[in-house]
């Protein structure tokens, strides 16, 4: 299977694309892992991508296409992949079609998280990150820690990430919905949108996801 998996910040998609790649045998291709991969690697569009990075410039669409399509065009993703994070525009989503096309390939299903904005500002704000290690992460509502500001784990201070702070995720929502949102509807036309309710237990909202893949299938 060949999908795309789109939602705000805050609705899951890394830990839904992750359990959704599993139960799929397909792999998990996320824009954030391909930039790591790419700059770790000296590649040299992750050298592109570093030069604007560096500069405090946005990367250009042409850059991050080029490293999705190289990622598509493993041996890996010869059977299917999830992508996540791309395309984040409708240029991104252009290029994507294009190139499924010239590779006699198409998409099977656009899953678009739905979470109402309030809860997801809700989410994000409330994460608290331990300063000795970023994976000890607590919420101030949903995972409290046993004394208010120290993990639970090691002893180390908690803090809020500046990105996650409620005005920095609201603006990060506007992006979203100028951006990224204009291609829910792009991939409307093409009949591949379903709309999955992203409210509740992780594998309640991957049993969805997989139950509306099957339906589809």
């Known amino acids: 299977m060949r999908i795309v998996l789109v939602g705000p910040p805050g609705a899951g998609k890394g830990t839904q694309a992750a359990y959704l790649a599993k139960n799929l045998a397909i792999p998990h291709i996320s824009t954030g892992d391909l930039f790591r991969a790419n700059i770790s690697q000296g590649t040299p569009l992750g050298v592109e991508a570093k030069s604007y990075m560096d500069a405090g410039n946005l990367v250009p669409d042409s850059v991050t296409i080029g490293m999705a399509e190289a990622r598509m065009e ?12 791309f395309p984040r525009n409708l240029g991104q989503a252009e290029a994507l079609d294009e190139y499924l096309k010239n ?8 899953l678009d998280l739905e979470v109402p904005e309030e809860e997801v500002v809700k989410r994000i704000a409330g994460r608290r990150i331990c300063r000795n290690d970023s994976s000890h992460v607590f919420h101030a509502e949903y995972n409290k820690p046993k004394a208010e500001g120290v ?10 990430r500046d990105d996650d702070r409620e005005e920095t995720v609201r603006k ?3 992006v979203y919905h100028t951006e ?5 509807d792009y991939y409307k036309d093409q009949d591949l949108v379903v709309t999955i309710p992203a409210l509740g237990k992780v594998e309640e909202v991957t049993k969805r996801s997989m139950d509306a893949l099957q339906r589809g299938a």
């Open 180 to 184: 990224t949102e204009p291609i829910i």
């Open 151 to 160: 993990c639970d784990v090691c002893g180390g201070e908690l803090y809020q």
């Open 172 to 174: 990060r929502l506007e």
């Open 103 to 110: 590779n006699g390939l198409t998409l099977d299903a656009v």
């Open 74 to 85: 493993q041996a890996d993703a010869a059977g299917g992949f999830l992508l996540d994070g």
